[in-house]
């Protein structure tokens, strides 16, 4: 077997000799590539020992730890503000944006309760019409929906039906006002021709008026069996029973399955975290911060690999005796030093979470409310 150049105590790099070639032509990780080897190469021991390692293993391993940064910064940040970027396009890279908080997935989720209210949402309603059949009370809207092309598989749902009696306050008697022509001209002037005299809605309460109206609402309605109707699993009923005054009701429904299916047309917009469009960080952009630990975890990267190399032989005979390799604690070392470096970046970006941040904002107002509650107050004699 030929003997492969280890790790000679200095490097030079060049463009290509990391594994994928993410920052090979950042102006800093140019220059800090070789300081990271041989930072790396003299904490595994070198040049008391031989580190079995090449330039381009260092490399790889400078390589990782920065997309392992990234990864947790951008996946930290996907965590923070998910609701905000899903619906967003997924051709705008957010990297060097700074992201605002919007209501935009609070809103799709209460879109279904206005679908529900009927004052929007995102469920189709649509229009249509029963001929009423003099004599005829009970109508089947399952029936009808089958009839006019409703899917078999599907059902509908009625929102509303229009079968309504004329408007209470076309009844309204206003008992305070008076019935000359005076009162006329009123009305006109107000805009208020056709309903209640103008008195009563400058003069008397609103809620006077919606009790008037209700009392005509509730006498037509129980006395006079006045244009209702009643609903209970698609089956209609009509009060009073048709007697072919009214040839046709309307009302609006909307097809069950529309408002039970939870997907939408993602083309081109964030759906899952997988989709949010974040790129590797640029290297010159990281803090002193941020490149410290990407140097620790370069160093540990780099004392896995070497223990790797290193395991592959138990011992080395030497003349008169054998040396033994220390792979396993290597490896053991390497890995306890990752999930810290990995745990410490994780609760510093915890800290720095939103809720974190205005939780020490309170604390510090209300220590701050609490200090100057102690200040005494001074007497002012005028």
Known sequence: MANIPIWPGSSLFQPGQTPFGFYDNDAQFKIDAD????????????????????????????????????????AYMVRENYLSLEGASTQQVPNEKLIVPNLAGMIRIAEKYGVEAGVGGNTTWYSGSIDLVNGKQDYDMNAWAQANGVDSNDSIEVKRIFYESTPAIMKYYDPYASAGQGTLNMLDSFGWSGYSPAISFILMPINYDIQNLQAIEFNDQIRKSNYSFELINNQLRIFPIPNGTVSKLWFQYIKKSERNNPYQNGNGVITNISQVPFQNPTYSDINSLGRQWIFEMTLAISKEMLGYIRGK????????????????????????????????????????????????????ADFLRQELNNIPYTIYIG
């Open 35 to 74: 300081k990271v080897a041989d930072f790396c190469a003299r904490r595994l021991g070198y040049p008391l020992v031989d580190i079995e390692l090449q330039s381009g293993s260092f490399y790889t391993a400078f390589e990782e730890a920065i997309t392992l940064y990234g990864n947790e910064i951008y």
């Open 313 to 364: 032989y138990d011992t080395i005979p030497i003349p008169g005796a054998e040396v033994n390799l220390n792979e396993a604690d290597l490896i053991s070392a390497a890995t306890d030093e990752k999930n810290k470096l990995i745990e410490r970046l994780r609760e510093y970006l915890d800290e720095t979470s939103k809720k974190n941040l205005l939780e020490r904002k309170k604390d510090e």
